[in-house]
C-alpha cells in the first residue's frame, strides 16, 4: 500500500513538473512524449526525489524540495526570475502603494549581506539611530544569511504598533548593535520638489509607484506656478530602482510631445510593444538636467533613455544599473506565482539598456565635502552586468557562455580602498543646506543658469 502510494505521488509529481513547464513559457508548448530528453531530465528528477525522501540522513520535507528545485531552474535564468510563494505576492503589491507598515528602512542585498542604503527621515529606524551601510545580520533573533530579499522585507514589515528587533553590524563598532524598534505606518513618498533658486526647480522621484506620475505632474505645476517663470528644471533619478513600467511612460510623456518612449521586444509577438508620447496641451519647454547614477534602474532607465534620445534633457551623472528586462508574473496554483523575464527594453534610438545602462551626456562623479578631505570619490556601484546569469544586451549575443564577473575593489597595489555612499540624506525632506553640498545638483544648475544667460545673449 505504502508502495502504491509513492508511485502514485512520483506520478503525480512528473505530470505536475510536466504541467508547470508547460504554463511557464512557450518553448514548452509540446507535447513531452515527443521530446524524449525532457521526459528524460523529469524521470531523473523524480528519481532524485524519491532517493532522497527515503534515504537522506534527515527526514525532508518534499514539498520544500520540489518548490527549492523549481527556484534553482528559475533563478538559473536570469537575476530577476524567480519562483514567488504567496508571501513573496503580497510583498510584491505592497512595494507599489502609497504606504506600509513597517520601521523604514530602504534595504538591498549587497554582497550577499542585508545591507541599510537609508533609514527613511522620521521613521522608527531613522529616529533610533540605523545607518545607512549598517548590515542588518539578525531580525528577532533569526540570522538574515541566505535569507532572500522578499523574506527579509516580509519579517520587518508588519502591523503599525508591533514591535521587532533587528541586529546590525557597523564599522567602526566592535560588537553588534541591537534596534528595538516599534512599526509605524510608513508613507511612500515618490516625489519631492523645491525651488532650488528663483526660476530653477529640482524634483526628486526615489520610486515608480501607482501615483508618481499624478505627484509629478502637480509638483511641477507648484514650481511653473511661481512668481518667477520657470526657466529649467533638474530631475533627480539617482538611486531610483525603478517600478511601474507604466509609470515610467506617464513620467516621460509629461516631457515629450512625439515619438516613441521605449520599446519592448520578446520573443513572442505578445510580448514586443511600441509605447508613443501624446501630445499634451501643457507644453514644457523649459530646459531639464537630470541626473542618474549606478543606482538608477529599471523604470529610471527608460526616462532616462527617452529624454536623452529626444534631447529633451542632457543626462548627468554615471553610467545606470542596466536592467533593461521584461518581467511577467503568472499565477500558480496554491497562491504561487513565477515571475520570469519576457522581454528586453529598448530606447527610443532602438539602445538597448539591458547590461550596458544608460551612458550620461556629461560624467559627473559624486564628490563630498568629507571625502574631498580624503581626496576619496565614491565608488562605483554593483551593476546589472556583475549579476550572475544575467541577460546580455541584445538575443544575438547570448550564443556566448555568461560567466559571473567579480567588481575590482582592489587599488593601489591591492589595497582596498573603503568608500561610504552618501545616499541617506536623499530619502530625507530636502533642504537647501543638503542639495548645496552635492557637487551634482550644483553642476546641474550651473548648466542651467549658463543655458539661460547663453540664450539671452545678442550678438
Not at 76 to 85: A, M, N, T
Not at 362 to 382: A, C, P, Q, S
Amino acid at each position: 500500500m505504502v508502495r502504491k502510494k509513492r508511485q502514485h505521488f512520483r506520478l503525480w509529481l512528473v505530470v505536475g513538473i510536466a504541467v508547470l513547464f508547460c504554463t511557464v513559457g512557450s518553448g514548452f508548448y509540446r507535447d513531452l512524449s515527443a521530446d524524449d530528453e525532457t521526459y528524460k531530465g523529469l524521470k531523473i528528477f523524480s528519481d532524485v526525489i524519491e532517493l532522497v525522501e527515503k534515504n537522506y540522513v534527515d527526514p525532508v520535507d518534499t514539498k520544500e524540495l520540489i518548490q527549492k528545485a523549481v527556484q534553482g531552474m528559475v533563478s538559473s535564468l536570469d537575476p530577476h526570475s524567480q519562483l514567488l510563494p504567496p508571501e513573496a505576492f503580497e510583498e510584491l503589491q505592497i512595494d507599489t502603494k502609497g504606504e506600509f507598515g513597517g520601521i523604514g528602512i530602504v534595504i538591498t542585498m549587497q554582497k550577499g549581506v542585508l545591507t541599510v542604503i537609508s533609514p527613511i527621515e522620521g521613521t522608527p529606524a531613522y529616529k533610533a539611530g540605523v545607518q545607512a551601510g549598517d548590515i542588518i545580520i539578525k531580525v528577532d533573533g533569526e540570522s538574515t544569511k541566505d535569507m532572500m530579499l522578499w523574506e527579509a522585507v516580509k519579517k520587518m514589515r508588519g502591523p503599525e504598533g508591533e514591535p521587532v528587533t533587528i541586529t546590525i553590524v557597523r564599522k567602526g563598532e566592535a560588537k553588534p548593535i541591537d534596534f528595538n524598534l516599534i512599526r509605524d505606518n510608513i508613507p511612500i513618498e515618490s516625489v519631492k520638489h523645491l525651488v532650488l533658486k528663483p526660476g530653477y526647480g529640482y524634483v526628486r522621484i526615489t520610486n515608480f509607484q501607482e501615483n508618481t506620475a499624478e505627484d509629478l505632474k502637480a509638483a511641477l505645476d507648484k514650481l511653473e506656478s511661481g512668481n518667477t517663470p520657470l526657466k529649467g528644471l533638474i530631475l533627480d533619478l539617482r538611486d531610483n530602482p525603478g517600478g511601474l513600467l507604466n509609470q515610467a511612460i506617464r513620467v516621460s510623456d509629461l516631457f515629450l510631445e512625439k515619438g516613441t518612449i521605449v520599446s519592448i521586444k520578446g520573443r513572442l509577438k505578445k510580448h514586443t510593444k511600441v509605447f508613443k508620447a501624446r501630445r499634451d496641451r501643457h507644453k514644457r519647454n523649459y530646459p531639464i538636467v537630470t541626473l542618474i547614477n549606478g543606482g538608477s534602474a529599471s523604470a529610471s532607465e527608460i526616462v532616462a533613455g527617452a529624454l536623452q534620445d529626444h534631447k529633451r534633457a542632457v543626462i548627468l551623472g554615471t553610467t545606470s544599473f542596466g536592467k533593461g528586462s521584461v518581467q511577467t508574473v503568472e499565477t500558480l496554483r496554491d497562491g504561487y506565482g513565477l515571475k520570469f523575464t519576457i522581454a528586453r527594453y529598448y530606447t527610443p534610438n532602438e539602445r538597448s539598456i539591458q547590461a550596458q545602462g544608460i551612458e550620461p551626456d556629461i560624467e559627473v562623479k559624486t564628490r563630498f565635502i568629507e571625502e574631498e578631505e580624503n581626496g576619496e570619490e565614491e565608488d562605483g556601484l554593483l551593476k546589472e552586468k556583475d549579476l550572475k546569469n544575467h541577460l546580455e544586451a541584445y538575443p544575438e549575443e547570448e550564443e556566448t557562455e555568461g560567466t559571473e564577473s567579480e567588481p575590482d575593489d582592489k587599488e593601489d597595489g591591492g589595497k582596498k580602498k573603503s568608500k561610504k555612499r552618501k545616499t541617506d540624506y536623499r530619502y530625507g525632506p530636502l533642504n537647501i543646506e543638503g542639495l548645496q553640498e552635492d557637487n551634482q545638483i550644483m553642476r546641474a544648475l550651473e548648466i542651467l543658469v549658463g543655458y539661460g544667460i547663453f540664450k539671452e545673449s545678442r550678438y
